[in-house]
Structure formats: C-alpha cells, structure tokens
C-alpha cells in the first residue's frame, strides 16, 4: 500500500495525475484459500488413495457435512454451478418458458436457454434486487413450467408470496442460491426452499472448491434423479435409467472444500467487520448508498454493494468506475447491463427492457466494492475516501 493521505483532493486522484491509492489491486471477488494445511493433508491422502474422482470418500463427506450445515435433505456436489442449474431444470422435468430475473449473473437465464427452455425476464424490487412477485403472475402463460428466483447477494427472495404463486398455477419452484451459501431466510438456512436450490462453489463465491457447485432439496425422488443426471444417467454399475451428463466434484475440489469449511470462520468475520467499515465511511457520503442485508439474518456479507445517484452525486456510476480502477481498485458492475442486453436474448427478446425499468434502473447504478480477507479497514477507508474525493470533484472529472 503506497502512503496516500487518507484526506484526497483532486490531485490525489490518480485519473487527475495524481499516485494510485493501491501499488496492488484490490479485486471484487478474490478467491479465499481456507485452511492450508488441511487441504495439503487432504490432497497427500487423495493422491495416496488413488480415488480422483466418481464420488470419491471426500466428495461424500463434504456433501454430508453441507447437508447438515444448509439444513437440507440431500446435496449433490457438481463440477459448478451452471451445470447444477441445468441438471435441477431436467431433473424437475422443465421445458417451454421459465420465469427468471434479468439482473442476475448471465449463468442463470443461460442454464434454461442452454436446453431449449425460454427464460421469461421478470422486473426486480428496486429495494431488495430479488424478483418482484407482484410482477410474476402477468408473465405465466400455458407455456410456463417454472419460477427461478436469485437470492441476489445473499438476500433471499420473497420465498413465501412466489410459493403461493407457483401453488396457486402448478408451477415448479427452485431458486439460484449461488450467492446464498451460509444465509438464512427467516432464521432457515438457505438450502431448503422450494423444489430444489442450487449453490456455487467457484473460486470468486464466499465458499469455493476451485469449481463446483450442488444441488440442495428435500426431495428423495428429485435427489435421486439429480444424482443419476450429473453421472451420465447411471443408476448402478453398468447400468443407465436416463440422460445423464457429466457434472461429478473430483477428489481435490472436494478436498479445497473441507479446507475451506475449516476456514469459513475466518472469511465471513473478515466480510463482516469490512461490511462495517464501509457502512461507517459510506456513511456520510451523500447520493451513494451501501446496500444492506438484513440484521435478524445469517449472512455472509461477500458482497459490498452501492448504488450511485447520479443526480445528488453529479457524476455517473461509470465515471466512478474509471476513477475508482485507476486507483488499483477493480470495482465491478455487477450485474451490468442485465441479462436481457446480452445476447441471444437481445436479439431473441429486443422488447424485454421496457417491462424491466427496475431492472434497467438498478443495472445503472450499483458497483460491487472489494472485500474478503485480503481487505482490511485501512484499505476500505482509502476506498471510501476515494469517491468522496471523486465525488466532490465530479465537475473536473466530466472530460476524463
Ligand atoms: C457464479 C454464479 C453462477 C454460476 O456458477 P458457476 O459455478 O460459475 O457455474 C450462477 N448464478 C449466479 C447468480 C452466480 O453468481
């Protein structure tokens, strides 16, 4: 870390000319390594063994450590979360249209339309992110099969009211919880709603195994099926009952995972106290907004997320992207510009974006800040200061 005053002016803004607040990067989503040693251990038994992978001792510990901790029936590991997604919607026997938020990472509507199955873009509440309920009714048509709600950051979507409505038409009901592992929603862990909830664990998430991802659900048939799928349709040796694909954890993921359950501790505090600090700092700065989670709730606070008010700000969450990568600090929009922008669903659906205003609103201006045990208080401090100092001389950053 250079010594930049933490009080800025312009010309401590590295756009303006000034030396960059960070000689290293501060990324968003910089993977954790969990407990070093127990992984080697792990990977020295691995090797030994000789069982890489084909549900391997490891992949089943960490399975049934996973079920414990989500509060769930069964959870079938897989190599991501993608194909997680994919094999659930075969699983749950989905076709013709499924009803999806558009602000979301671009895997979501992609797992539908991978297999032929046609994402419908459903609005968001510009208050929690997650899908709208009161906008899902007048998206069902006979075609539809499902809803797939996102717990966006790990806030859980409005589970009871999109339940009455996937009841109330037959639907079926799963949820993409790949931002969600270690939350809860009304005191539950997140693992056991719906029909199904699927997690991922790759190397960005709060929990990772490199890559990897699960299936989570109560259901015994669902699981089975599930199991069944993400093992090219074997039921038992030699012996194959349905499609199948190939979506199996090896050894050494599951092997990442343990050492990282070991750890978890660790990261969630690290994301906790960093939550604060940028609560404190961001505080005061008006037209920027920290979106926050929900204190009666386990959460595993991995993503730092603002929302920037151009109007009161004076300067567009673009600008302060650029000033803010200048620094060394690689901020992100996530999730920009919504799924509905990106093809083929541009193309597929050009008039999506006028029934998602919520959507395009909130994709404009959120950023995603830097956090994780590589982020420490000072760090988060300089961060803020940063678009204060941005902030208060947004009339000299117009040009650049
Ligand atoms: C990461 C992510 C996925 C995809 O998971 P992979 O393991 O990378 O395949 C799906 N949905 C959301 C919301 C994600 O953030």
Redesign the pocket.
């Known amino acids: 870390m250079s010594h930049s005053p933490v009080k800025r002016t312009a010309r401590d803004l590295a756009i303006l000319g000034g030396p960059k607040a960070f000689d290293e990067r501060y990324h968003v989503g910089r993977p954790e390594v969990g407990d070093r040693d127990r992984m080697v251990q792990l990977f020295n038994e691995v090797l030994d063994r000789r069982r890489l992978t084909n549900r391997g001792p490891l992949v089943q510990e960490l399975e049934a450590r996973l079920a414990e901790m989500l509060e769930v029936k069964h959870v079938i590991a897989t190599c991501?979360?993608?194909?997680?997604?994919e094999i659930a919607e075969r699983a749950l026997g989905l076709e013709g249209e499924v009803i999806v938020p558009s602000f979301?990472?671009?895997?979501?509507p992609h797992?539908l339309r991978w297999q032929g199955i046609t994402p419908v873009f459903c609005d968001i509440d510009p208050q929690t992110h997650t899908i709208d309920p009161s906008r899902v009714e007048e998206l069902i048509t006979p075609r539809t099969t499902a809803i797939l709600g996102?717990?966006?950051w790990g806030r859980p979507c409005d589970v009871e009211s999109l339940k009455a409505i996937a009841d109330r038409h037959g639907l079926k009901l799963f949820f993409?919880?790949?931002?969600a592992f270690g939350c809860s929603h009304h005191g539950r862990s997140i693992g056991g709603f719906g029909d199904a909830e699927?997690?991922?664990?790759?190397a960005?998430?709060f929990f990772n195994t490199l890559?990897?991802?699960a299936v989570a659900t109560n259901n015994d048939a669902l699981a089975t099926r599930v199991r069944r799928m993400k093992d090219f349709g074997f039921s038992g040796v030699d012996t194959v009952v349905s499609v199948g694909t190939n979506a199996k954890m090896s050894e050494i993921s599951a092997a990442m995972g343990l050492g990282g359950l070991e750890d978890l501790d660790r990261v969630l505090e690290a994301n906790r106290s960093n939550f604060e600090a940028y609560r404190t700092h961001l505080g005061s700065i008006l037209g920027v907004s920290l979106v926050d989670y929900d204190t009666r709730e386990r959460n595993n606070f991995q993503y730092v997320v603002i929302e920037v008010d151009s109007e009161t700000t004076g300067l567009v969450r673009d600008q302060l992207i650029t000033v803010l990568h200048a620094e060394n600090i690689r901020a992100r929009r996530y999730?920009w510009p919504g799924c509905h922008r990106m093809e083929p669903y541009a193309s597929e659906q050009p008039g999506a974006g006028e029934r998602l205003p919520e959507t395009e609103a909130v994709a404009a201006r959120v950023i995603t800040l830097p956090t994780g045990t590589a982020v420490d208080s000072a760090a988060i401090e300089i961060i803020c200061s940063v678009i204060r100092c941005a902030i208060e001389n947004a009339g000299m950053l117009e040009g650049s």
């Not at 993409?176 to 931002?179: F, P, S």
């Open positions: 991501n979360g993608t194909l997680a997604l979301t990472f671009v895997a979501t797992s996102v717990h966006l993409d919880a790949a931002h699927v997690f991922s664990f790759q960005t998430k890559e990897g991802g999730f």
